[in-house]
């Protein structure tokens, strides 16, 4: 009988100020990659709209902040988690 196999889990949040500049996506795509998390939450996005991108090995949903593209939030999902992540509208 074979017995699935346990993993925990690794959850982190990160305030990185910005990923507005071209590249800071992937960027901090491979530093969780480094630190082989599985769902990041991100604060001071600041990205315009919201939506979903992938990048490396994860899929980073965000959503979008005031008129000064402050405050926007988003978080990155492990590509082998997102079929546990459910997107919920309102």
């Not at 346990?6 to 990185?16: E, Q």
């Amino acid at each position: 009988m074979n017995k699935a196999r346990k993993r925990d889990l690794r959850f982190g949040t990160w305030n990185v100020r910005s990923l507005y500049r071209a590249g800071s996506l992937t960027a901090a795509a491979r530093e969780l990659t480094r630190f082989t998390l599985d769902l990041v939450g991100m604060q001071e996005v600041r990205w315009d709209k919201g939506g979903t991108v992938r990048a490396v090995d994860y899929n980073f949903f965000y959503e979008i902040g005031d008129k000064n593209r402050q405050l926007a939030t988003g978080f990155f999902v492990h590509h082998r988690m997102i079929s546990t992540v459910k997107r919920v509208v309102c």
